[in-house]
């Protein structure tokens, strides 16, 4: 469907055009939705950087099958187009002290869908590394293997274009003061080779100390060559990019706004 396009809000809100952007309607199953208030926050939640409908993921088999996730709202699932949104939270955590079955209170930050097999979904939550396999709908934490110093807190998911035991993360650090910059100063893209058993810090050409900046959700991808390249965008306004796979990287442009 080419001319069929999806766009996510901040406040949370999911949008749809069929004639290639030039108008657009509401899906009211998640913009009317009775949590829409509780989701959205307050005030100081707003925008820019507050909740957000942020990742939209359709099925390459099945146009009608559809995955939404929202920073305050969790992930949700469509099976009719967008017609009705189901909470997909098994297995995910909270915060401590808030309710893990209200979806207010899940705050996925990037899902990504595995384009060489579609039944596998990798996420970056506020709670950690999480992968999913279809047909269960049951989160599997896979952080856990990260370094304790590190964490499996970050922004950006990445997924290899056609090995789904192949993913990228860039974790920042989730202290209690939340400073959203590199640990320690250091920034390393993490890789997992099998499904997030291990994770392999890369760190090739990266600053080496007082680097302290990090990568926003969508500010992170990778192409369909051969090997994968890659490229992020930093909060301080640089571009990074590797040619193979992130084990080495170069500065390509520094100082944009």
């Excluded at 079955?101 to 590394?129: A, E, K, M, V, W």
Aim: net charge negative; aromatic share 10%.
């Amino acid at each position: 469907e080419p001319d069929v396009w999806y766009a996510g809000t901040s406040p949370q809100g999911l949008f749809r055009s069929e004639d290639g952007g030039r108008q657009w309607a509401p899906f009211s199953s998640i913009n009317d939705d009775s949590d829409f208030r509780r989701w959205m926050g307050t005030v100081q939640d707003g925008t820019p950087d507050g909740p957000k409908l942020h990742s939209i993921i359709i099925d390459p088999r099945d146009p009608r099958h559809l995955y939404c996730a929202m920073s305050g709202g969790g992930v949700h699932e469509s099976r009719d187009g967008g017609a009705s949104f189901s909470p997909l939270l098994d297995g995910l955590d909270v915060v401590e002290g808030f309710d893990r079955s209200d979806p207010t209170f899940h705050d996925p930050h990037c899902i990504r869908l595995c384009p060489g097999n579609p039944d596998r979904l990798y996420q970056q939550n506020h709670c950690g590394i999480y992968r999913l396999d279809r047909p269960s709908n049951r989160w599997q934490h896979i952080g856990a293997s990260m370094p304790a110093e590190v964490g499996d807190v970050g922004f950006p998911m990445v997924v290899h274009p056609r090995d789904d035991r192949t993913a990228w993360v860039f974790p920042m650090d989730a202290s209690s003061v939340w400073p959203r910059t590199s640990p320690g100063g250091r920034p390393a893209v993490y890789r997992t080779r099998d499904a997030g058993d291990r994770w392999q810090r890369l760190d090739g050409g990266l600053p080496t100390e007082q680097a302290w900046w990090t990568v926003k959700r969508q500010a992170m991808c990778a192409d369909d060559r051969d090997p994968v390249g890659l490229v992020f965008g930093t909060t301080s306004g640089e571009l990074w990019a590797s040619g193979d796979e992130g084990d080495s990287w170069t500065c390509i442009a520094r100082h944009l706004p």
